[in-house]
């Protein structure tokens, strides 16, 4: 238990449906990160948020949509996506976005996500 | 941009010491990070080296080389349990306030 809970573990959508990932850490950190993990592929940072604001967009296709209403809370809202969407979507928290020192990330345990 | 480079696959028996290596290709290196994941589970934090050098945490050790752009993870008195994905990440002032990882090498431990 690292202190990130993510809803759901597994979800299974077709390309025209509209779902949403959440993710909540308990952990009074100020950095949330979304990261995307397919196989084979190494950890694909998609979205950073400092204190409720976005801080990076990594080039995101516009069907995913980030939201952080507070710093405990971060969801990724899904619509229209496609087959090679289907990955691990994984939620992270961390103490800032300082560079300096660890700052080690805590990772919740991920949203398995197939997209037919 | 950045990369880093480690091994897809490495299997060692119990009791065993494995060393994963690192290298890596960044504009403003700041440190280099470890993870280990499971199967199945979250990834989560071994180790972190900014300056050149050992650092030992119990049966993990990670070696750090700026000028040879190199790291390492040791692992010694390898358990069937240490069996896991082990993920080297840069952090880099040119690529933002995020961690850049590698591929991950998969350790397999036999009895």
């Known amino acids: 238990e690292t202190g990130v809970t993510q809803t759901p573990r597994h979800l299974v959508m077709g390309m025209t449906n509209k779902k949403s990932l959440k993710c909540e850490q308990h952990?009074?950190?100020?950095?949330m990160y979304w990261y995307k993990q397919s196989a084979k592929k190494p950890l694909e940072l998609m979205f950073v948020y400092s204190l409720e604001e976005r801080v990076e967009n990594n080039s995101v296709p516009s069907r995913f949509s980030p939201e952080c209403p507070n710093s405990s809370h971060l969801f990724l809202h899904l619509h229209t996506l496609q087959p090679e969407d289907s990955a691990l979507y994984l939620c992270?928290?961390?103490?800032?976005?300082?560079?300096?020192?660890?700052?080690?990330?805590?990772f919740g345990p991920g949203t398995r996500l197939t997209v037919l | 941009g950045q990369s880093l480079e480690q091994p897809s696959e490495v299997t060692a028996v119990e009791g065993a010491i494995v060393q994963i290596n690192c290298t890596y290709q960044t504009s403003g290196f700041y440190g280099l990070s470890w993870y280990q994941q499971h199967d199945g589970g979250a990834p989560t934090f071994l180790s972190y080296n900014a300056l050149d050098g050992l650092e030992e945490t119990g049966r993990f050790s990670s070696f750090l080389s700026r000028s040879d752009s190199y790291g390492y993870l040791l692992l010694q008195e390898l358990q069937m349990k240490d069996s896991a994905s082990y993920f080297c990440?840069?952090?880099?002032?040119?690529?933002?306030?995020?961690?850049?990882f590698g591929k991950g090498t998969t350790l397999s431990v036999s009895s």
């Open positions: 992270a928290s961390s103490q800032d976005v300082s560079l300096a020192g660890a700052n080690e990330q805590f």
């Open positions: 952990l009074g950190h100020n950095a």
């Open positions: 990440a840069v952090r880099d002032n040119q690529a933002g306030t995020a961690l850049i």
